[in-house]
């Protein structure tokens, strides 16, 4: 039961600081630590919860604390990065976070920065905005 609890707090906090851009984008809107920069990532502070029910409040990167919270994952492998999809470091939205190897996540930003897709990785990034 903790744990489905767990996951629903993290779900509110998402729901209740960000606005959904019209592509699609779930921008955090909420208090960050990292200031409402555009370009920057925002970091939160929240509890993180352990497999034997323990919690202690921790400092996570938005899209990860989301992308946790919306996929029910508590732990995860530490050679996997977050990736956004759309390019958009605000964006929390979990249709546009996925975990991938840190090399896959760098053949992505061309896409982003030339607005196409190379299509070297699976799933395409998301470019057309």
């Known amino acids: 039961m903790e744990r489905s609890k767990y996951f629903e707090e993290i779900r509110k906090l998402a729901r209740e600081n960000t606005k959904v851009t019209e592509n699609g984008c779930w921008w955090w809107i909420g208090r960050a630590r990292s200031g409402v920069y555009e370009d920057k990532y925002c970091k939160v502070r929240f509890d993180q919860l352990f497999s034997d029910g323990t919690r202690k409040r921790t400092q996570f990167y938005c899209h990860r604390l989301v992308y946790f919270g919306f996929n029910e994952i508590l732990d ?14 605000r964006c929390v939205n979990p249709a546009h976070l996925l975990a991938e190897e840190n090399t896959t996540n760098q053949e992505r ?14 799933p395409t990034c998301i470019t057309e905005f």
Do not use: V
Request: proline share 4%; glycine share 4%; hydrophobic share 20%.
């Open 76 to 89: 995860m492998d530490s050679s996997l990065e977050i990736s956004h999809l759309c390019g958009k470091r």
């Open 109 to 122: 930003r061309p896409c982003h920065n030339n607005n196409a897709c190379s299509d070297y990785h699976s």
